[in-house]
Structures are given as structure tokens and as C-alpha cells.
């Protein structure tokens, strides 16, 4: 099968100051598509940083990602924002739920940015039963500070599915859920790869995370080891 998501060579520094932090160096991988990759590393070993640059959310110092054939170095910010909402699923690590709006408005939100044919009912009904899905049907109303962290964590999971993506990102999806959470959670995730033939990359510390992977590639200091 072909290769749906290519890191080549990539090298990330932040400058700070007079102080150059090389935050990923030499990071090739590549994905197919239906698998489900793991980044498994400690605190600070550059995830966060590698999947903003493979979601093209950020852009390397050094080196490509190619997504489908495409580089992405060649896109606009707006091109890459486009895909982005068209054909990835974003999972942060900090959910980035939009305070003013209800748990219901937060998940409708990426397809009402694509104004994608259809009502705002069909929207509604996508959305609460994906929220139902993951146990909030009862807090369909409430606003993000009125939830629990690992409530929040569930909403931005929603968000990131409603789009039917072709690529789901997500960064420390488990980091607030406790046991049982997390493990619904990742069988939720299984599920989704197994039916919706899903691509899923996942960067975590959490250990349960890599029962569900396709392959895990351990991340040290900026460098896969
Ligand atoms: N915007 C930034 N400016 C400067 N340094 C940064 C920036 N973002 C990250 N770093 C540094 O790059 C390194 C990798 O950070 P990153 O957030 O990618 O790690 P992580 O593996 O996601 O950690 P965690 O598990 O704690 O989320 C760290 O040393 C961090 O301090
Ligand atoms: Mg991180």
C-alpha cells in the first residue's frame, strides 16, 4: 500500500533569544493509510512539536512532509487550512474549546467553517450523537468551564470526528481520562479504524495508548530511537 503521511529528514528549532533549542532532529516516518501509529516518548521529547509539523500546523526548519503524494511545503497557510479542515480530525493536547460557545456549538464548529451542504439540523443530530457516543448527552448545553477536564477532553474528541476526517491527530488523547475513560476511549478509536477505515497518529506517555497500535515509534530528545 502507499504511503499516506511521509516525514523526511525533519528538524525543528525554536530560537530563543540567543539560545537555538533544537527540538526535533532526523525524524523520518511514514504512515499508510488505515494504520494507526503511535509517537510513545517522555515529557519534552519533541511529540507535540512533530505533530504539529506532520498536521501542518507548524512548519520544520528543516526537511518535508508529504501528505497523499503532496509536499506540504508548497502549500499556502490558507491551502493548509483548507486540508485541515477538510481531511484531518485535531485532538490537542490543550482541547482549544471555545469558551462562548455551548458543547453542542464547539462540535458543529469545523463543519460549519466548511459549510458543507446540508442543514444545521443534520448538524445538531451528527453532533449529539457523537456527544451521546462519548457520555455528555447530558451536558449538550453547558459551556466548556462548566465541564471536568476529562468531560472537555470528550468534546474536543467529538469535534475532531465530525468531519468524517481521513486522518485523525491527536495529541495525548488520554491525558486527563482515568482508566476506564481511556480504555473506552481507545476501543472507540479501534473501532473507527476498523469500520471507518480511519488513519489515527497518536503521540502519548501513556502506555494503555500503545495496545491499539499498528506500530509505536519511541521518540527520544527529538530523535526517533
Ligand atoms: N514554542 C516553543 N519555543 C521554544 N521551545 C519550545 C517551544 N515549543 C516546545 N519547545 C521545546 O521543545 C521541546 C519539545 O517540546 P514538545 O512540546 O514537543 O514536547 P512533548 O513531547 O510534547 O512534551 P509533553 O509530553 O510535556 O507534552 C521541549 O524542550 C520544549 O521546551
Ligand atoms: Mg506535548
Known amino acids: 500500500m502507499e504511503n ?3 516525514a523526511e529528514n525533519l528538524k525543528k528549532v525554536y530560537q530563543e533569544g540567543e539560545k537555538a533549542i533544537i527540538a526535533l532532529s532526523e525524524v523520518n516516518l511514514s504512515l499508510k493509510r488505515g494504520e494507526i501509529l503511535v509517537i ?7 511529540k507535540s512539536t512533530l505533530l504539529h509539523l506532520l498536521a501542518g500546523l507548524d512548519r ?6 508529504w501528505l497523499d503524494g503532496a509536499d506540504l511545503s508548497g502549500f499556502s497557510d490558507e491551502e493548509l487550512a483548507r486540508l485541515r479542515n477538510e481531511k484531518f480530525g485535531l485532538i490537542f493536547q490543550f482541547y482549544h474549546l471555545l469558551s462562548e ?3 453542542l456549538e464547539n462540535v458543529i464548529l469545523p463543519l460549519s467553517i466548511r459549510r458543507k451542504k446540508g442543514s444545521s439540523k443534520v448538524y445538531q443530530e451528527k453532533a449529539s450523537s457523537l456527544l451521546t457516543e462519548f457520555g455528555l448527552s447530558q451536558r449538550m448545553n453547558f459551556r466548556p468551564a462548566q465541564l471536568s477536564g476529562g468531560e472537555q477532553q470528550r ?4 469535534r475532531a470526528l465530525i468531519n468524517n476526517p481521513e486522518i485523525i491527530f491527536a495529541d495525548e488523547p488520554t491525558g486527563n481520562l482515568d482508566r476506564q475513560a481511556s480504555n473506552f476511549l481507545l ?8 469500520e471507518n477505515h480511519q488513519t489515527f497518529l497518536l503521540a502519548t506517555h501513556n502506555e494503555m495508548v500503545a495496545r491499539i497500535a499498528s506500530r509505536v515509534l519511541n521518540l527520544r530528545e527529538g530523535r526517533i530511537v
Open 4 to 6: 499516506y503521511l511521509v
Open 101 to 103: 460557545f455551548t458543547i
Open 187 to 194: 476501543e472507540s478509536i479501534r473501532k473507527l479504524n476498523q
Open 60 to 65: 520544520p526548519t528543516e526537511g518535508k512532509v
Open 155 to 158: 468534546v474536543a474528541i467529538a
Open 40 to 46: 510513545f516518548g517522555p515529557s519534552g521529547s519533541g
